[in-house]
């Protein structure tokens, strides 16, 4: 038998997560030097060292973080759905959360939103607070899916619906919200050390909604299930 101290676990995701942030805002290039970089006709994403710890980078230390939280998010609500089912009670919302958690994870890894920034951006000439395009396609992703989940969420138990719904807010502020930002800064200042300090806000949001997530279908494990039998078949 394997015993999983859940709490632990969460709070060694916070302290990783702090790092990571800690890290990539020491050792990523500023404004000027980015410029400087990009300038450069020998600079290169894949091959800047910085780019390891950079959370403004795709495929890296702090993106294969966050997707490895997400997908262990989607697990855990997969489990939770199975034992509903067992239990012959609706396990539908559950198992929509699980897909949800783990296009987050393929979309952190391979940036599938970002193929909508210049499409939707040179489509509608798009600037300012849409500068960054896609976040239309966000806003109304996040609208569907949260009224499509009040009924679910108005099940769950008041603790639990909290945290899941703190979460859910926490994460749309990072993704959305400071990317408007961002956008506005880029579209009006240009590449500088406020956008890419904004990344590291970004990201920290980001993780920092994941986690709370994770931390109410966790909890929703320990107090309603309890425990949990996997059958392979």
């Given at each position: 038998m394997i015993y999983w101290n859940q709490r632990m676990v969460i709070i060694g995701m916070v302290l990783i997560a702090v790092i990571l942030i800690v890290i990539s805002a020491i050792v990523s290039p500023q404004g000027d030097e980015l410029l400087e970089k990009k300038a450069s006709l020998s600079?290169?994403?894949?091959?800047?060292?910085?780019?390891?710890?950079?959370?403004?980078?795709?495929?890296?230390?702090?993106?294969?973080?966050?997707a490895s939280i997400a997908l262990y998010t989607a697990l855990m609500a997969s489990l939770i759905a199975s034992s509903m089912k067992s239990q012959g009670k609706k396990s539908a919302?559950?198992?929509?959360?699980a897909c949800l958690f783990v296009y987050i994870a393929l979309d952190e890894v391979g940036g599938l939103h970002e193929l909508l920034i210049e499409p939707l951006r040179n489509a509608f000439g798009l600037t300012g607070w849409l500068y960054q395009s896609w976040i239309i396609v966000g806003l109304a992703i996040a609208l569907i899916v949260g009224l499509a989940y009040i009924q679910f969420l108005f099940r769950l138990p008041r603790?639990?619906?909290?945290?899941?719904?703190?979460?859910?807010i926490i994460y749309v502020l990072g993704?959305?919200?400071?990317?408007?930002?961002?956008?506005?800064?880029?579209s009006t200042e240009g590449l500088t050390n406020w956008y890419v300090q904004l990344s590291h806000i970004e990201e920290f949001l980001e993780i920092m909604g994941l986690i709370l997530a994770l931390y109410a279908l966790s909890e929703f494990t320990r107090r309603e299930i309890k425990s949990m039998t996997i059958v392979l078949k």
């Open positions: 600079y290169s994403i894949m091959s800047e060292p910085s780019r390891v710890f950079n959370v403004d980078q795709e495929a890296n230390i702090p993106t294969w973080f966050t919302g559950w198992r929509g959360l603790n639990i619906r909290f945290y899941l719904i703190t979460g859910g993704v959305i919200g400071v990317e408007a930002i961002g956008g506005l800064v880029l």
